[in-house]
């Protein structure tokens, strides 16, 4: 609809809808904590009033004396806003009302049926809580307070006002919040259309290298700007936000698929990769070799020597993995001390020369402790070659593992390797 005017008019109509929209949302968060301030300081008044009351009242309800509870509540008469006035005994039985004048008998039934249930209701669930009943809405609001002596219940008293003076300073507010809202947005219209000019051409030149970032996903682009003002400092902010952007995008990269502490694969990864090799093995009928690795008596190492020794046992491992691997295979760390070769079109042979490369490379190994002695350390494998048709991923590696736990039961540093079946 608004394809048709300048880019001008569009902003000018864009600020004015905005300044709006905010005015509307600002408006109604002051009008509802109005709203909700003017019921609690009702409800507050409400309660005092009652609360003077039921210390008065107390004497009259232990001796049941109706005249002077009709006395106590006659003081009510003086406030046009209190539409009716209960006083029960301990057994719910009335011993005294006050009502407008101005009321009908089927009003005043109503009201005093609407008391009568939320006191009846209340009591029914919390029968031993001193605590007063109150309610508010928009056309009445009340509160019904129970009545002690000497912690025992002897009776209580509900009073019930109109909202009219709520309602009318509620309404009193909206007349002016709706006025000084239509004046403010009068006001930014104007300055909107004045002040556009200044605005157009830089937001439209930042929005155009958005536009572009956002369709090549090149972050490489930059916003260029000879302004000194704040538009200068918005497309100097801009263009290290997507610096930082690009950055932070390459370093995610890395850790969705790198684990922290070793510099190789991930389990994340290890696992989308093996479901492609997976896939390629089936239809080319080449076998995938696994290997799980797993680093003999780790729990000692890190008992013995501290955990910074394992991390860096694990990281040199990690290393000697890499270089007793092929160059495309796939090496991952997926648990504490566990790792996972990935080897594409390896069969048995293969599988096993580089299982038994890898055992003999850390066992050969010296890991040079801080203080110069030389730690000596041996691994334990699981091996398996198949061409895995009709067969997940979770199933080859529940024959891996359980492979690699012959290897641990049958004396550690060594390699078990399975049969195809």
Request: net charge neutral.
């Given at each position: 609809?608004?394809?048709?005017?300048?880019?001008?008019?569009?902003?000018a109509?864009f600020?004015?809808?905005?300044a709006a929209?905010a005015l509307?949302i600002?408006?109604?968060?002051t009008?509802f904590t109005?709203?909700?301030?003017q019921?609690q300081?009702?409800?507050n008044?409400?309660n005092?009033?009652?609360n003077i009351?039921?210390e008065?009242?107390?004497?009259a309800l232990?001796f049941h004396?109706r005249?002077?509870?009709a006395k106590?509540?006659?003081p009510l008469?003086?406030?046009?806003?209190i539409?009716l006035?209960i006083?029960?005994?301990e057994?719910?039985?009335?011993l005294?009302?006050?009502?407008?004048e101005?009321?009908?008998?089927e009003?005043?039934k109503?009201?005093s049926?609407?008391?009568l249930n939320?006191?009846?209701?209340?009591?029914?669930?919390h029968?031993t809580?001193?605590?007063?009943?109150e309610?508010a809405?928009?056309s009445?609001?009340?509160?019904i307070k129970?009545?002690?002596?000497?912690?025992?219940?002897?009776?209580s008293?509900?009073?019930?006002?109109?909202?009219?003076?709520f309602?009318?300073?509620m309404?009193?507010h909206l007349v002016?919040q709706f006025?000084?809202?239509?004046v403010?947005?009068?006001i930014?219209l104007?300055?909107?259309i004045k002040l556009?000019k200044?605005?157009?051409?830089?937001i439209l030149n930042?929005?155009d290298i958005?536009d572009?970032?956002?369709a090549?996903?090149?972050?490489n682009?930059?916003?260029?700007?000879t302004?000194q003002d704040?538009?200068?400092?918005?497309y100097?902010?801009?263009n290290?936000m997507i610096?930082e952007?690009?950055?932070?995008?390459?370093k995610?990269e890395?850790?969705?698929?790198?684990?922290a502490l070793?510099?190789i694969?991930?389990?994340?990864?290890?696992?989308?990769q093996?479901?492609?090799?997976i896939?390629?093995?089936?239809?080319?009928?080449e076998?995938?070799g696994?290997l799980?690795i797993?680093i003999?008596?780790?729990?000692k190492?890190?008992?013995?020597?501290?955990?910074?020794?394992?991390d860096?046992v694990?990281?040199?491992?990690?290393?000697?993995?890499?270089?007793c691997?092929?160059?495309?295979d796939?090496?991952?760390?997926?648990?504490?001390?566990?790792?996972l070769?990935?080897c594409d079109?390896?069969?048995?042979?293969v599988?096993?020369?580089?299982?038994?490369r890898?055992?003999?490379?850390?066992?050969?190994?010296d890991f040079?402790l801080?203080?110069?002695?030389i730690?000596k350390i041996?691994?334990?494998?699981?091996?398996?070659?198949?061409i895995?048709?009709?067969?997940?991923?979770?199933?080859?590696?529940?024959?891996?593992?359980d492979?690699?736990y012959?290897a641990?039961k049958g004396g550690?540093n060594?390699?078990?390797m399975?049969?195809?079946q």
């Amino acid at each position: 609809m608004l394809s048709h005017l300048k880019i001008k008019t569009k902003l000018a109509i864009f600020l004015g809808l905005s300044a709006a929209l905010a005015l509307l949302i600002s408006s109604l968060i002051t009008l509802f904590t109005t709203y909700i301030e003017q019921k609690q300081d009702s409800l507050n008044f409400l309660n005092q009033l009652t609360n003077i009351i039921s210390e008065n009242m107390r004497a009259a309800l232990a001796f049941h004396d109706r005249d002077a509870v009709a006395k106590l509540l006659l003081p009510l008469k003086v406030n046009p806003h209190i539409l009716l006035a209960i006083v029960r005994d301990e057994n719910e039985n009335i011993l005294g009302t006050y009502t407008a004048e101005h009321l009908s008998q089927e009003v005043i039934k109503s009201y005093s049926d609407l008391l009568l249930n939320k006191q009846t209701s209340h009591s029914g669930s919390h029968n031993t809580s001193p605590k007063a009943i109150e309610e508010a809405t928009f056309s009445y609001m009340f509160v019904i307070k129970p009545i002690y002596l000497e912690n025992r219940k002897i009776g209580s008293i509900a009073i019930l006002t109109d909202n009219s003076k709520f309602r009318m300073a509620m309404g009193n507010h909206l007349v002016f919040q709706f006025i000084a809202s239509f004046v403010s947005l009068m006001i930014i219209l104007i300055f909107s259309i004045k002040l556009q000019k200044l605005f157009t051409s830089p937001i439209l030149n930042l929005l155009d290298i958005m536009d572009k970032i956002s369709a090549t996903k090149d972050y490489n682009l930059q916003a260029t700007s000879t302004r000194q003002d704040e538009f200068g400092h918005l497309y100097k902010g801009f263009n290290n936000m997507i610096t930082e952007i690009r950055q932070r995008d390459e370093k995610l990269e890395s850790l969705s698929t790198t684990d922290a502490l070793t510099g190789i694969f991930n389990r994340r990864y290890a696992y989308e990769q093996f479901h492609h090799m997976i896939i390629k093995s089936v239809r080319k009928k080449e076998p995938i070799g696994v290997l799980m690795i797993d680093i003999d008596f780790f729990k000692k190492i890190n008992d013995n020597y501290g955990h910074h020794t394992g991390d860096m046992v694990l990281k040199e491992i990690a290393q000697i993995l890499l270089h007793c691997a092929r160059q495309y295979d796939i090496i991952a760390r997926i648990g504490g001390e566990e790792f996972l070769i990935l080897c594409d079109n390896s069969d048995y042979s293969v599988t096993r020369s580089i299982a038994e490369r890898v055992r003999k490379k850390v066992e050969a190994h010296d890991f040079v402790l801080e203080d110069g002695r030389i730690l000596k350390i041996t691994v334990s494998i699981g091996a398996y070659s198949i061409i895995p048709e009709n067969m997940q991923i979770d199933e080859i590696l529940k024959i891996v593992d359980d492979l690699l736990y012959t290897a641990k039961k049958g004396g550690r540093n060594r390699v078990e390797m399975g049969l195809n079946q």
